[in-house]
């Protein structure tokens, strides 16, 4: 195992601080729009404002960032409609993405989560990684407990990310860290560093003793973690089917999670 030579040597996460930034162009469907930025991962995900007045504002689309093109600096994003402060007591606005409307994204990314599968690693990782505000794992395993959702999936992680305003996810897996987007789960960076795993906390590294299960939830969220390394590998490939850096991850190990690898679409 390498000594922990560390976790101050990761590259600082390059997008930390939001993007406040105009749409530039929308598709006539206005399901998709372009910004102009220098740098930015795609995946990120933020929202689109309306300003009316000074004072008054209004979010009118989720977004995403689904391509990038570094060359041109124009980056793609994906819309749909923003359900993160969803209220069915009140009407639905009628707007749509214009020219011209505030594009946040990276929103939240100052306050992370992260998933570990012990606490001396889940200590190590929160002690030399900063920038971040890290939100204890507690609070994720109490929603999860009240979901009667033992076993963690892509909504439990969303919907707790929006209730907390977390814009990060952070899950160490097999040997290696992974930097996820909180809403969409895209793979922002992967960082190969061993720690010893001298236990494993299922499904992940809490002080909760017991995530709750109900008879009337269904479904695979509603039935215990059996194995901590497969479940959390087969996350970021369904939701990374088409990143290199996962691909070359994946096809590396000698553990049987290599098989994920006939899930990737990316040619060889």
């Known amino acids: 195992m390498q000594k922990f030579l560390l976790l101050f040597l990761f590259p600082l996460f390059l997008y930390a601080a939001e993007l ?7 598709s006539d469907n206005a399901k998709s729009a372009t910004v102009n930025v220098k740098q930015i991962a795609k995946g990120v995900h933020g929202f689109v404002v309306r300003h009316f007045t000074n004072d008054h504002s209004v979010i009118v689309a989720d977004a995403f960032v689904s391509e990038f093109d570094a060359a041109a600096g124009v980056a793609t994003l994906t819309l749909s409609k923003y359900e993160g402060l969803k209220q069915n007591s009140l009407p639905d606005g009628n707007w749509h993405v214009q020219v011209g409307d505030e594009v946040i994204l990276a929103f939240g990314y100052s306050r992370a989560l992260l998933l570990a599968p012990n606490d001396d690693i889940y200590h190590i990782i929160t002690k030399n990684i900063r920038g971040v505000e890290w939100v204890h794992p507690d609070n994720f395993a109490t ?4 979901h009667a959702h033992p076993t963690p999936f892509k909504e439990d992680i969303s919907g707790y990310c929006t209730l907390a305003e977390i814009g990060l996810l952070y899950t160490y897996v097999n040997n290696a860290l992974f930097t996820l987007d909180c809403q969409t789960m895209s793979l922002i960076q992967l960082t190969p560093v061993e720690f010893e795993e001298k236990s494993v906390k299922l499904p992940f590294y809490s002080r909760v003793e017991e995530i709750a299960t109900s008879w009337w939830v269904w479904g695979a969220a509603s039935r215990p ?18 990143s290199k850096p996962l691909y070359n991850y994946i096809n590396k190990l000698t553990t049987s999670e290599q098989k994920l690898i006939k899930k990737f679409k990316i040619e060889e």
Request: without cysteine.
């Open 225 to 242: 973690l059996e194995a901590y390394d497969p479940h959390y590998l087969e996350l970021l490939v369904e939701y990374n089917s088409e």
């Open 20 to 26: 406040h930034l105009p749409v530039q162009s929308v």
């Open 143 to 146: 929603y999860l407990s009240y």
